[in-house]
């Protein structure tokens, strides 16, 4: 695909980085400075972009007036965003409402006794991959999974078929949960990840490529992009506006490329990092103003979105051990974190301060996850010797059940779904299972 198409592809993420640009130079040039700087930091948008003197204004009243005509015509208001590819209605990408409000972990109180209990659920086996299971992504509107393996191969399931697959007694006969395998890797694949508005996939390998797949096309079984690290790729993760991704490497800072152009940035303002520094897992925050890394010297660290300052260190958040992965709650304030010390901790971004530590589940040899599920009211992870999926109360740091993994051997994976009460596990047995509640 020449550069053309990829243009095409990210026009969404363009038109939105065009008014994230209008909006903070109206702001700054209104003399609303502080307003100006979270815009800016928040999307990822230079505070000094240029911009015409009242553009947005003049925009806008166009845009008013356009709206005034077409009601007056009796033409629909949301005409637009119908017929053009920009965002389509309830298409690939729109954010579904969550099911419960966030969960306030620095509340003060007593909650002995308080735990919740988490929802029975069921299980199936979707698939195997002819190696190792490594790594599972859900697209952000949940409506698609991929999971990565040692061999290799990208799989595409839609979650719509993988519940018809479930039902007891599927009519239409055998249902194929698969509808996409990719091959254009040449030595396994470490992680995954959607684009936010497009139906483009990201997957992140040990052969030191990124490498970008339109998941749109039936018949497209190769990526129409790559990017060329210099270092075996570890984890990814996608901008919240689509324009930029963060690669993990073995290389102990995160590299930043801008989609349109592949440029890759570096933080200029690193903390001293030693030779063990190479990064598990790199996450954004929900709006990007943050981003944080878990790494193999058993460091969490926080940085700055916009500038790529390491903005705090919390050396040690393991240990000596591994720390495995890290992610944000939904409203940035807390990092979720897990490590081969067997420990999974929570930690207050404001201060770097512990707040809570989910115990009793071992995990000392795979390169173990710790999730949410989709309402963060409830903490998922593995127990490696027992081959069990452990879970907490998010908030009490109670364990509430043990359940069997159905895996030979223990997962290597675990994924929830961001929309509903959903999750992948994957595995050493090359197998990938989905989970979901029993209604």
Not at 87 to 95: C, D, E, F, N, T
Request: hydrophobic share 40%; aromatic share 8%.
């Amino acid at each position: 695909m020449d550069s053309s198409s990829l243009e095409q592809t990210l026009q969404d993420g363009k038109l939105f980085r065009q008014v994230n640009c209008l909006i903070v130079a109206h702001l700054r040039d209104n003399n609303l400075s502080q307003a100006a700087s979270a815009v800016a930091s928040a999307t990822m948008t230079p505070l000094n972009v240029e911009a015409p003197p009242n553009r947005l204004i003049e925009l806008v009243a166009k845009g008013l007036a356009v709206e005034k005509d077409e009601k007056l015509r009796g033409v629909p208001s949301n005409s637009l965003y119908e017929s053009n590819t920009l965002i389509p209605v309830a298409a690939y990408g729109s954010i579904p409402v969550p099911r419960a409000a966030a969960v306030d972990f620095s509340a003060v109180q007593d909650t002995k006794g308080s735990s919740k209990n988490f929802p029975k659920h069921e299980t199936r086996h979707l698939s195997e991959h002819k190696n190792i299971a490594r790594c599972a992504r859900f697209s952000p509107d949940g409506r698609f999974v991929a999971t990565g393996s040692a061999d290799t191969s990208i799989k595409l399931f839609e979650v719509a078929k993988i519940k018809q697959m479930m039902l007891p007694d599927s009519r239409d006969g055998p249902v194929r949960p698969v509808i996409r395998t990719f091959y254009d890797h040449i030595q396994p694949i470490n992680d995954l990840d959607f684009h936010p508005q497009n139906t483009v996939l990201i997957s992140g390998g040990k052969d030191h490529t990124i490498k970008f797949f339109d998941f749109s096309k039936a018949t497209a079984k190769r990526a129409f992009r790559v990017i060329q690290d210099t270092h075996n790729v570890r984890s990814i993760s996608f901008h919240p506006s689509g324009d930029f991704l963060l690669a993990g490497t073995d290389h102990q800072i995160a590299h930043l490329y801008d989609v349109n152009t592949f440029q890759c940035y570096l933080s200029a303002n690193v903390p001293e990092i030693g030779v063990n520094g190479a990064i598990n897992q790199v996450r954004y925050s929900s709006t990007g103003s943050m981003y944080v890394t878990a790494s193999k010297d058993g460091a969490i660290r926080l940085w700055d979105g916009v500038s790529a300052n390491c903005v705090r260190s919390i050396v040690g958040a393991h240990g000596t051990a591994e720390a495995t992965s890290a992610n944000f709650t939904k409203d940035q304030r807390f990092v979720l974190s897990c490590g081969k010390d067997s420990t999974v901790k929570l930690w207050e971004v404001g201060s770097g301060r512990l707040v809570k530590q989910y115990l009793g589940a071992t995990h000392t040899q795979l390169r173990c996850q710790a999730v949410f599920n989709d309402t963060e009211e409830f903490v998922l992870s593995i127990d490696e010797p027992s081959n069990e999926i452990a879970i907490w109360d998010a908030l009490t740091a109670e364990k509430v059940a043990r359940w069997p993994s159905n895996h030979i051997g223990a997962p290597r994976w675990i994924e929830h779904s961001p929309a509903e009460a959903a999750f992948i596990t994957c595995g050493t047995d090359r197998s990938v299972r989905f989970w979901k509640e029993i209604l």
